[in-house]
C-alpha cells in the first residue's frame, strides 16, 4: 500500500511562531517531485517558498491561501494515486491539533447526550432575575447537585432559591457556542460544559442555554425585549473566536469585536460577511449631509490593519529602545576621495557597478577589524558580551511591508565589487520576499543609509542583540574651513547609535575616527 504522507509549516528561523499560506503553486491532484516549489508562505519576514521535502502527489490541501497556522500546522496531504480518495479523507479526519492560528477554538468529538441527561444534576447555573413561577425550593436540592463543584451556593429571592456556582463558566476555548451564547453564558455564569448542544455540528446555541436553565428551575430574561435595545459593544478577549482569517483581518481594521458577530460561515466560523454585516449596522451612512447648515460630515478615517512584519518591527524595536540605552556620536565626513574611486572603478571595469553606499560598507567593515570591541551582539539573557572575528554588517532594506536587514557576511573579507554584487541580489530578493532566515538574521553590526532620499543626518534605533548601528546621511557640497580657507567639499554625516551597556563614548568615538579615516583615504580598504 502506498504511503501517505504530509506537509506541514515550516520552521524558518528560531522566532517564527506562525505563517500564513500566500499562494498554493500547484493544484489538487498534481504530482510533483522533491525540491519543486510546492507554495508560499508568509512569516512576520518575509514570504518564503516551500519546496517539496519528497516526491508524491498532492491529494488534499487543508489550508486554504489565507490561513495561518502555527510552526508544523498541517497544511496539506499527499499520496501516490493508488490510494483512494475515501483513504485521504479518512487520513485527514484521524489527524488533530493542527487546526489554523485563526480555529484555535476546537471543540470536542464526545458523544452526545440525550435529553434526558440535561437535568438539574448537570447544570450548574445562576440566573439573578429568579421568580417563584420557575424557581426551585432549596429544600429539594440533591446531594449530587451540591457535589457537582465545590464553589456552589444559594441565591435567595423570598422563600425560593436555586443551585449557583461562582465559577461556572471558566474553560472558553474548550467550548464549541455561538457568539451570543457565550456572551450570554459569561454574564449569567452558566457551564457551558454541562450542556448538550442541538445546533450544526453541536454548537451550542442560546436556545439550549435556555432550555437547561429552565430544566434546572430557573426563568429565562425575555430576549425579545432585551433585542429593541441598543447593544452593547463586546469588550471580551476575541482571540480564540473561531473565525476565518479574512473576517478577522477585516474585524482588527474596522475595530469590531468577533463577540458581536453572527457566525454564518463553513465550521460554525465567523466569515467576512458577519463582519461587514456589524460594520454596515454600527456605520449606516459615511457621508451626512447636515439639513441646517448644509455641511457635509467628513468620513471617518481609513483604519489600515498591521501585518506581521510591521508588528515585528514594532515589537523589536520597541524593546530596543526601552531596553538599550542609546546614545550618538555624530562625524561629518569628507567623501570626496571615495567618490572619485568609485568612478574610476566603474569607468575602467565596464562589469561593475559601485554605488557610495557599497564604499561606505566595506569602509564600516575595515574600521570594524580595527575596532572589534565595537563588532558585538549583547546576550542580555546570559549577561555575555559576543564579539566576532568577521564583519556581518546588516544593511536596511525598505520594502512595502515595512523594513528588513539583510546581511553581507564577512564584508571585511569581501571585494568592492563582491560587496556590491551581494548588495544587489539581497536587495532584490528582499524586495520580492525570498530571503532565506540566515540571510536577514543575526549580523553584528547595521548601517541604514538615507543619503538617496535626502537625509542630511539622522538617529537610528539599535537592531538587537546587535551593539550599534551606523547612520548615514546625503553626500551634498558644503562649506568647510580648511588651513584658514573656506572651501567646498562633499560631505556626510555619521551617526552611530551605541548600546551604552556594551559601548562606551571613548570605544565609539574610536569607532568613528577609524571609519573616518578610511572614507578619507579609500585606498586603505582595497589593501
Not at 463553513?266 to 456605520?283: H, I, L, M, S
Not at 562649506?479 to 551597556?501: K, P
Request: proline share 4%; charged share 20%; with cysteine.
Amino acid at each position: 500500500m502506498s504511503e501517505i504522507k504530509t506537509l506541514e509549516i515550516p520552521k524558518w528561523g528560531l522566532s517564527m511562531e506562525e505563517g500564513t499560506i500566500a499562494q498554493w503553486l500547484i493544484q489538487e491532484g498534481a504530482q510533483f517531485s522533491k525540491g519543486q516549489e510546492i507554495c508560499e508562505i508568509e512569516t512576520t519576514k518575509i514570504v518564503n517558498v516551500l519546496e517539496a521535502p519528497f516526491d508524491s502527489t498532492l491529494r488534499k490541501i487543508i489550508a486554504k491561501a489565507g490561513d495561518t497556522l502555527l510552526v508544523g500546522g498541517l497544511i496539506a496531504i499527499c499520496a501516490d494515486s493508488q490510494v483512494s480518495d475515501a483513504e485521504i479523507d479518512a487520513f485527514a479526519q484521524s489527524l488533530t491539533g493542527t487546526s489554523t492560528v485563526s480555529e484555535k477554538q476546537s471543540h470536542t468529538n464526545a458523544p452526545a447526550k440525550t435529553a434526558e441527561e440535561v437535568s438539574a444534576t448537570q447544570v450548574e447555573t445562576t440566573v439573578t432575575t429568579v421568580t417563584q413561577q420557575h424557581s426551585v425550593p432549596q429544600q429539594t436540592t440533591t446531594p449530587q447537585e451540591k457535589n457537582v463543584v465545590n464553589t456552589q451556593k444559594s441565591v435567595a429571592q423570598g422563600d425560593y432559591s436555586i443551585p449557583v456556582t461562582l465559577q461556572g463558566y471558566q474553560q472558553r476555548d474548550e467550548i464549541f457556542a455561538t457568539p451570543h451564547a457565550l456572551k450570554l453564558a459569561e454574564k449569567h455564569q452558566v457551564n457551558l460544559t454541562k450542556i448538550t448542544g442541538t445546533g450544526r455540528q453541536g454548537r451550542i446555541s442560546v436556545h439550549d442555554i435556555q432550555q437547561a436553565v429552565q430544566a434546572a428551575g430557573g426563568s429565562w430574561p425575555d430576549i425579545r425585549q432585551q433585542a429593541s435595545a441598543k447593544a452593547a459593544k463586546s469588550k471580551a478577549d476575541d482571540s480564540q473566536v473561531f473565525a476565518t482569517p479574512v473576517a478577522r483581518r477585516l474585524a482588527k481594521q474596522w475595530g469590531i469585536n468577533l463577540h458581536d458577530c453572527r457566525a454564518s460561515g463553513t465550521r460554525g466560523r465567523v466569515c467576512k460577511e458577519d463582519v461587514e454585516a456589524v460594520y454596515q449596522r454600527e456605520n449606516p451612512v459615511q457621508t451626512q449631509q447636515c439639513d441646517q447648515d448644509n455641511i457635509t460630515q467628513p468620513a471617518k478615517p481609513t483604519t489600515i490593519a498591521m501585518n506581521g512584519m510591521r508588528k515585528a518591527i514594532a515589537s523589536r524595536l520597541q524593546e530596543a529602545k526601552r531596553n538599550a540605552p542609546h546614545f550618538r556620536l555624530t562625524v561629518d565626513l569628507n567623501v570626496e576621495a571615495i567618490q572619485a574611486l568609485r568612478q574610476q572603478i566603474n569607468s575602467t571595469v565596464p562589469q561593475v557597478k559601485l554605488s557610495i553606499n557599497d564604499m561606505l560598507i566595506k569602509a564600516a567593515a575595515a574600521a570594524l577589524m580595527k575596532v572589534p570591541q565595537v563588532n558585538v551582539q549583547y546576550d542580555e539573557k546570559n549577561q555575555q558580551i559576543l564579539q566576532f572575528a568577521q564583519a556581518d554588517i546588516s544593511v536596511a532594506v525598505a520594502i512595502e511591508n515595512g523594513l528588513i536587514t539583510p546581511i553581507i557576511k564577512a564584508a571585511d573579507s569581501k571585494s568592492l565589487a563582491q560587496i556590491s554584487n551581494a548588495m544587489r541580489d539581497l536587495a532584490t530578493r528582499a524586495k520580492t520576499g525570498k530571503l532565506a532566515p540566515d540571510e536577514f538574521q543575526g549580523g553584528s553590526f547595521s548601517i541604514s543609509n538615507l543619503g538617496m532620499l535626502g537625509i542630511q543626518q539622522f538617529d537610528a534605533i539599535i537592531n538587537p542583540p546587535q551593539g550599534a548601528i551606523l547612520a548615514l546621511g546625503t553626500a551634498e557640497k558644503r562649506a568647510v574651513i580648511e588651513q584658514d580657507s573656506i572651501v567646498i567639499r562633499q560631505m556626510v554625516t555619521a551617526t552611530l547609535s551605541c548600546d551604552h551597556r556594551v559601548i562606551d563614548g571613548a570605544l565609539g568615538a574610536k569607532f568613528l575616527a577609524a571609519f573616518k579615516q578610511f572614507v578619507e583615504n579609500p585606498a586603505l580598504i582595497l589593501v
